[in-house]
């Protein structure tokens, strides 16, 4: 397949996993809309293009792991399984109900394809670690894929698995870091400032790469460049997303409070009008 059509399957992919997360956040009316609308490209390259997975049996053994580190993104994660088949497009429904496979942060005990809880930030690099260690003390080469925060690189954690990571060389590990540049409790920069990011992640051994989060093309080049890369020196890598909260929906990209958004009722469908409109836009 050539590079421009695999850009164009994840741009549609990205698209149907941004219709996904209007659908359950329509069900609560609120929630972290945001977050799963601006990681929508980084989870439809995943998914797309580079994940080893079989939809009907998520506990396949040769399969890639994904970890979503930062749980109260699942909004964003279980559109992605939907869109890869994982889970019933159908259920998104449900998403946040009670009795739901879909509860409103992640848990590996409810949810196909989830593969760690969410929870206290933090601990999903750490896991992504052992989990990357434990395949390969095994003989496997199946790829760990982790999913954080900005607002996670201000837990020492997440640093001190960084280090493992390097020590055990784990070129098997991929870190994707969606930095929106906002937290619960404000601008990153101003809660925590952690830049320079690039310098930091490259210190600690890891071959790391900056791009538009948002943009298919560069991150499908990231992803192809962190394979060939960990294939020949053996280091994890990790790839910065910038991104914005609210991508593909004028509406919620400006809007403020975006941490957890309260839409209005009659808001949604306009929404949905104003993504269906960018999308078919750039497909001109």
Known sequence: MGFEERVRRVQDAAYRIRHHVLTMGEVQGQGYVGQGLGVADILAAAYADQLRYRAD???????DRFLLSIGHYAIGHYAALAEAGIVPVAELETYGSDDSRLPMSGMASYTPGMEISGG????GLGVAVGMALGLRLQGRDERVFNLLSDGELDEGSTWEAAMGAHHHQLGRLLALVDVNALQADGKTETVLRTEPLLDKWTAFGWFAQRVDGNDVSALLRAYDEAEVHSELTGRPSVILCDTRIGRGVPLLENR???HFMRIEESE???CRDELTAGHEGANR
């Open 57 to 63: 049996d998520p506990h396949w053994e040769e399969r």
């Open 120 to 123: 206290s930030l933090g601990h």
């Open 256 to 258: 403020e409070k975006a």
């Open 268 to 270: 949604w469908q306009l």
